[in-house]
């Protein structure tokens, strides 16, 4: 019976020990650059929560719906955006301005999904790619509103004193770990709701949810809609931890990059793709340090070259993790876990079998005496 409980108190002991992180002085040399209670390592990891419910959001559409999308950043960067120019252009203070936000990249994704939802497969991925690549045209030429290629800034004067600022860094790893907390009950109410159900049940069969009168097409762009928020409340995370955005926060190489996040942390599981989004944020971080390092300038140009380069690294990382761990860390994980019950399932049962034997054969010996002083009698 406890066993059903275990999840949930190592989940509820982790969020707490990561609420404490800031009032405490640990260090990891060479993973977070100072202590942890330092401005650095708090918007790094504030920035790995960020990514991790991004990663989440999308492990809600992939794994969970099944649905490969090239255009997710577009909500993402609807988030960012959307509450950025709520803040400068509509004068709004912060909180009905990330409700703004939040509303608008529903919105844009009910509208997107309601025609990306009239096809399946690859052709869905490509015209979800085709709605980024729009998005991040709109973003790039309207400078006098998104700021172009500059980037939006935030208007810190929608927004209260105890989120600006270095020495308020703390308050925003906080907020940061709420959205992160947030974002995951979404997803886990999700997936065991009767539409997260109804969502796998599409996944591996579309016909035969068909056939029971149900509709595929409905529970799809739920799910893409609510995957989409979740990734608008990430960004509007963004927005707030970075101070401002970019174009690129909507365009289809951050997707390809939260998709790297996710298979490498394992496709379906939730935990998987918080463990991806922070593994990948940390080694794109310290992997750009250790590419600048005098360590890689000294190496001869063979070698100096390509380490020098963060995403050949991440890139060679990637390649290993699909070729000896294809399930992801996650289901290699799972994987072995299963495979060491499925022993002790078996073990069990052999020794069962051998105690039935053993009485059997007891058995057997008390009755051949009693029969042989019958046959004398």
């Known amino acids: 019976m406890m066993r059903r409980y275990v999840p949930a108190i190592v989940g509820?002991?982790?969020?707490?020990?990561?609420?404490?992180?800031?009032?405490?002085?640990?260090?990891?040399?060479?993973?977070?650059?100072?202590?942890?209670?330092?401005?650095?390592?708090?918007?790094?990891?504030s920035l790995c929560m960020v990514f991790a419910a991004l990663a989440l959001s999308y492990n809600l559409l992939l794994g969970s719906g099944g649905m490969l999308s090239f255009g997710h950043a577009l909500y993402f960067g609807a988030g960012a955006y959307g509450l950025g120019i709520a803040l400068e252009h509509f004068g709004v203070p912060l909180w009905p301005g990330v409700f703004i936000a939040l509303i608008g990249g529903m919105v844009?994704?009910?509208?997107?999904?309601?025609?990306?939802?009239?096809?399946?497969?690859?052709p869905f991925a490509m015209v979800t790619l085709a709605f980024a690549q729009a998005g991040s045209v709109l973003v790039r030429?309207?400078?006098?509103?998104?700021?172009?290629?500059?980037?939006?800034?935030?208007?810190?004067?929608?927004?209260?004193?105890?989120?600006?600022?270095?020495?308020?860094?703390?308050?925003?790893?906080?907020?940061?770990?709420?959205?992160?907390?947030?974002?995951?009950?979404?997803?886990?109410w999700v997936d065991t709701s009767r539409l997260g159900h109804l969502a796998r049940a599409t996944r591996e069969n579309e016909q035969r949810v068909r056939v029971l009168g149900l509709s595929?097409?409905?529970?799809?762009?739920?799910?893409?809609?609510?995957?989409?928020?979740?990734?608008s409340l990430a960004g509007i995370a963004y927005m707030l931890l970075q101070s401002g955005t970019v174009p690129r926060s909507v365009s289809a190489d951050?997707?390809?990059?939260?998709?790297?996040?996710?298979?490498?942390?394992?496709?379906?599981?939730?935990?998987?793709?918080?463990?991806?989004?922070?593994l990948y944020t940390l080694l794109d971080q310290r992997l750009t340090v250790l590419a600048g390092s005098d360590?890689?300038?000294?190496?001869?140009?063979?070698?100096?070259v390509p380490l020098s380069e963060p995403l050949f690294l991440l890139g060679v990382l990637f390649i290993i993790v699909v070729m000896f761990l294809p399930g992801g860390i996650a289901g290699t994980i799972d994987a072995a876990v299963r495979r060491r019950r499925g022993e002790k399932?078996?073990?069990?049962?052999?020794?069962?079998?051998?105690?039935?034997?053993?009485?059997?054969?007891?058995?057997?010996?008390?009755?051949?005496?009693?029969?042989?002083?019958?046959?004398?009698?």
């Open 12 to 45: 509820v002991a982790l969020v707490a020990f990561m609420a404490m992180l800031p009032l405490l002085n640990l260090s990891l040399p060479g993973i977070l650059p100072t202590p942890t209670y330092m401005p650095g390592t708090l918007a790094l990891l």
């Open 216 to 231: 595929p097409y409905r529970v799809r762009l739920i799910v893409f809609v609510i995957a989409a928020g979740l990734a």
């Open 254 to 278: 951050l997707t390809i990059t939260v998709l790297v996040m996710v298979v490498l942390g394992g496709v379906g599981f939730r935990w998987g793709a918080i463990v991806g989004g922070v």
């Open 345 to 377: 399932v078996r073990g069990s049962l052999r020794q069962l079998d051998d105690a039935e034997e053993a009485s059997a054969t007891a058995e057997a010996g008390v009755d051949g005496p009693a029969a042989s002083d019958r046959v004398r009698a």
């Open 108 to 122: 844009i994704a009910l509208a997107t999904g309601a025609v990306s939802m009239r096809v399946s497969g690859i």
């Open 141 to 188: 030429r309207n400078s006098q509103v998104t700021g172009g290629e500059e980037g939006l800034s935030l208007d810190t004067s929608q927004v209260p004193d105890f989120l600006i600022g270095v020495v308020n860094t703390r308050n925003l790893y906080w907020f940061t770990l709420v959205v992160l907390v947030a974002v995951y009950l979404v997803v886990l």
């Open 295 to 304: 360590v890689i300038a000294g190496l001869p140009d063979v070698l100096r």
